[in-house]
């Protein structure tokens, strides 16, 4: 019987797609022309001199290549060469049709600073702020969302490495894109603010301090296992902020008092870090609820039970 050949592990965000890129939307593409306009491009004070002049004067220039980078995340065009057919035929956006050689397309895409893209981030995200002003909240959440001055979500993700279709590029080591961190309302969506680190290896525990800041006093962060760390727990404490996360498998505690109990849940008071040299400051509350056939378990540094 002949040997089979072994399996080899794929990224799922890497297999092959498909070769053609989905029709346009007008609804959706209306939305984006109104947080995208050309006009309101402002990062360019980022480059002086030289550069500045270059950017400036090449037909690829910033508003143009968001039309680019923004067409192939949203229509999921395949490659260079179809974003290239698509913009000398049909145009993109706000662009009327043009020639672009596909390899005049790769050499900026490599050399646009990343910069000037999270700069246009920050500026789509405060208008996506401005014009939708004050949403509703859920009737089931408002009682919470009343008791804190800000409910948001933090999450962390490494960006994933580009496929590489060359042949020169394949004997390449393998570079993922870096890290970014974003922040949202709990309950809306709505963006707040978001950061990036070039390192794509860091830990999520890198933006701590800057979430901390950003926070207000009696404002909610909730976030993941990521961020599990004593000093951080403590310091929301210090500054009468408060935080909702997952307890992590093994710490040690020692249970305080319970305040309530059931068949379904449990609700105490503990101190975290019971056999550690540096243990948790400040008491903590972890509620567990059993759902199914498994018990999950949330920590939080909100102890009054009727918030």
Not at 69 to 96: D, H, T
């Amino acid at each position: 019987m002949a040997n089979k050949r072994p399996r080899r592990a794929s990224n799922p965000d890497l297999r092959r797609q498909t070769q053609m890129p989905a029709p346009p939307n007008e609804e959706i593409e209306r939305q984006l022309l109104l947080l995208l306009q050309p006009e309101n491009f402002t990062p360019l004070h980022l480059l002086r001199g030289k550069d500045e002049q270059k950017l400036r004067s090449r037909i690829l220039t910033l508003p143009v290549m968001m039309a680019v980078v923004v067409s192939m995340v949203y229509r999921q065009i395949a490659g260079i060469r179809e974003l290239s057919r698509m913009l000398s035929e049909e145009g993109l956006f706000w662009l009327s049709p043009m020639n672009v050689s596909p390899q005049a397309l790769s050499k900026r895409l490599r050399t646009l600073p990343v910069e000037l893209f999270s700069q246009i981030f920050e500026q789509v995200m405060m208008r996506i702020r401005q014009q939708q002003g004050k949403r509703p909240i859920p009737e089931q959440w408002l009682a919470s969302h009343q008791r804190f001055a800000v409910i948001w979500i933090a999450d962390g993700s490494t960006l994933e490495q580009l496929r590489k279709k060359l042949q020169t590029l394949k004997a390449q080591p393998t570079v993922l894109a870096g890290k970014m961190m974003m922040v949202v309302e709990a309950f809306t969506h709505r963006p707040v603010t978001t950061w990036y680190s070039q390192n794509a290896k860091a830990n999520d525990k890198i933006f701590c301090d800057q979430l901390l800041g950003r926070l207000p006093v009696g404002g909610l962060l909730i976030f993941d296992l990521g961020f599990f760390k004593f000093p951080w727990f403590d310091a929301f404490s210090q500054d009468k902020k408060f935080f909702v996360t997952r307890l992590r498998e093994k710490t040690t505690y020692e249970l305080q008092r319970c305040l309530s109990q059931g068949q379904y849940y449990r609700d105490e008071i503990i101190q975290m870090g019971e056999y550690r040299s540096n243990p948790c400051q400040y008491p903590t509350r972890l509620v567990s609820v059993l759902w199914g056939q498994s018990w999950y378990y949330y920590l939080t540094n909100v102890l009054d039970p009727n918030l």
